[in-house]
T-cell receptor, first 111, second 114 residues
């Protein structure tokens, strides 16, 4: 089955850029998502990218997809303390009809 | 528009008991998915319902079951609880069941099995 991996922790200073990385194994994944989870809350969809795209930008968020290396990244520009949360990468396989999630990256933003 | 609501928010049960969790999707959403989140296994897909029919199922034993009602509300049942069933159970809804539909998550039900 699909395997999705992320580094567990990332710490940055307020105002810096954050880059969260994700790798996956199934080349037939069609949609790739980034979610944010704050303490005590459910997941919030931040953005998604279709597999035929290389990049998607949405305000402070930039998603890069390297389909050849099966690597997805989320860049947060001008990171704020309110961005501290767990970020999940998820990939959707059309054949399986479901998404597989990574274990999440805990982002800590220091003032 | 009200968000996805899950009840109860917290639940404590003992081994061998059964439990039913409830999820009310956003009004107009017809797809409801359930996930189990644990520190060790991460977020794992349980099943998805659309228009009262189970569309997909994850790799969980038959003790985990669900259903969806005509008003799109969904329930998840776990029978013969085990210690390893302790987890945060998340429900998510979306308008249809297409992958580009934004999935909205509820706050979850925290189940503790003693």
């Amino acid at each position: 089955g699909e395997d999705v991996e992320q580094s567990l922790f990332l710490s940055v200073r307020e105002g810096d850029s954050s880059v969260i990385n994700c790798t996956y194994t199934d080349s037939s994944s069609t949609y790739l998502y980034w979610y944010k989870q704050e303490p005590g809350a459910g997941l919030q969809l931040l953005t998604y990218i279709f597999s035929n795209m290389d990049m998607k930008q949405d305000q402070r968020l930039t998603v890069l997809l390297n389909k050849k290396d099966k690597h997805l990244s989320l860049r947060i520009a001008d990171t704020q303390t309110g961005d501290s949360a767990i970020y999940f990468c998820a990939v959707y396989n059309t054949n399986a009809g479901k998404s597989t999630f990574g274990d999440g990256t805990t982002l800590t933003v220091k003032p | 528009k009200a968000g996805v609501t899950q009840t109860p928010r917290y639940l404590i049960k003992t081994r061998g008991q059964q439990v039913t969790l409830s999820c009310s999707p956003i009004s107009g959403h017809r797809s409801v998915s359930w996930y189990q989140q644990t520190p060790g296994q991460g977020l794992q897909f349980l099943f998805e319902y659309f228009s009262e029919t189970q569309r997909n199922k994850g790799n969980f034993p038959g003790r985990f079951s669900g259903r969806q009602f005509s008003n799109s509300r969904s329930e998840m049942n776990v029978s013969t609880l085990e210690l390893g069933d302790s987890a945060l159970y998340l429900c998510a809804s979306r308008p249809l069941a297409t992958p580009t539909d934004t999935q909205y998550f509820g706050p979850g039900t925290r189940l503790t099995v003693l």
